[in-house]
């Protein structure tokens, strides 16, 4: 009798077991979990970033990185720049953390590294897309595997295991856009990285019908922003890691795709930045968005990489 009460008692128990939605459970403790770190960095950032902190981290002199001191910048379009998009409106000034970010984007020569290193043969994340492929989809293409051309045809979920292997992250929008149109001596934003007005000989862009991306690096100076980014508009688009577009103004503690994610994104807009090779003047202008599915590897869109949490032992010199 004892035996049989524990066996419909087991049972019972399995019934609820095997009913209970336990992945729904998981990715609702990880969302909120992820959320509270997200806040907790962001009010961190503003203790870490007091000005002899900020100070110090200028010094640090990342390789192929530029630092972006913490403050305030204008983001998004002027109610009066009539190729505006809605989703760039309103204009509006936010805060950001003192940053590094990568002076170019990431070079196939930079890329292949990580190929040679089995990028492709360990799982990054939980919901792996990286395993699906072994190499970007233009990789043998001798319009775009130049050593010194950005690589393309990477989705985000590879973009995401590059960075988590160099240590950094991707940029938000807010980081990306900041470092491109941002003047911290005119304190001013600007249209494009190098000013308010269009110059075709300053970017890769359709204009030039090249039909490819070109080495990173070719338009600079002439094209560089004024914190000293190369290739900010033309050239190749660049993922940022803002997973959806939300409607101004812009969060800062916004939903965003780490390393460690447990989410599959694929149906949501991604975030891109800058523009490409294939884009007009508009499309490139340094408040402009683009989404993307997070699976998309197409030739115009690359990336570049940021780095802005720092632990003891980044700081040691």
Excluded at 42 to 51: D, R, V
Excluded at 211 to 226: E, K, L, M
């Amino acid at each position: 009798m004892a035996h049989q009460k524990f066996t419909l008692a087991w049972q019972q128990w399995r019934d609820i077991i095997e009913g209970y939605p336990f992945r729904d459970a998981i990715r609702d403790v990880h969302h909120f979990t992820h959320k509270a770190q997200q806040e907790a960095w962001h009010k961190l950032a503003h203790i870490e970033n007091q000005p002899d902190v900020d100070a110090y981290l200028r010094t640090l002199a990342l390789p192929g990185m530029i630092y972006i001191p913490a403050g305030p910048f204008l983001m998004g379009s002027a109610d009066d720049d009539s190729e505006a998009q809605k989703n760039e409106k309103p204009q509006h000034e936010i805060w950001l953390a003192g940053y590094y970010i990568d002076r170019t984007p990431v070079t196939n020569a930079e890329y292949r590294q990580f190929v040679d290193a089995g990028g492709y043969e360990r799982s990054w994340l939980p919901v792996s897309r990286v395993t699906r492929h072994s190499r970007p989809s233009h990789w043998t293409n001798a319009h775009f595997n130049g050593d010194e051309q950005p690589v393309v045809g990477v989705n985000l979920y590879e973009t995401i295991a590059y960075t988590s292997w160099v240590k950094k992250t991707l940029p938000s929008e807010a980081q990306w856009e900041k470092a491109a149109a941002w003047d911290p001596i005119t304190r001013q934003k600007r249209r494009y990285p190098w000013g308010n007005d269009w110059d075709a000989t300053r970017c890769n862009n359709s204009e030039h019908q090249f039909g490819h991306s070109t080495p990173v690096g070719q338009y600079s100076p002439q094209g560089d922003s004024a914190y000293g980014l190369v290739d900010c508009a033309g050239n190749v688009r660049e993922w940022t890691k803002d997973i959806s577009f939300f409607s101004y103004p812009y969060q800062v503690d916004r939903d965003v795709l780490e390393v460690d994610d447990a989410r599959d994104i694929d149906g949501l807009p991604c975030a891109t930045r800058g523009g490409s090779w294939a884009d007009s003047a508009e499309h490139i202008r340094c408040s402009a968005r683009r989404g993307a599915r997070a699976r998309a590897r197409d030739a115009m869109t690359g990336f570049r990489c940021v780095k802005w949490r720092f632990r003891a032992k980044d700081l040691r010199k």
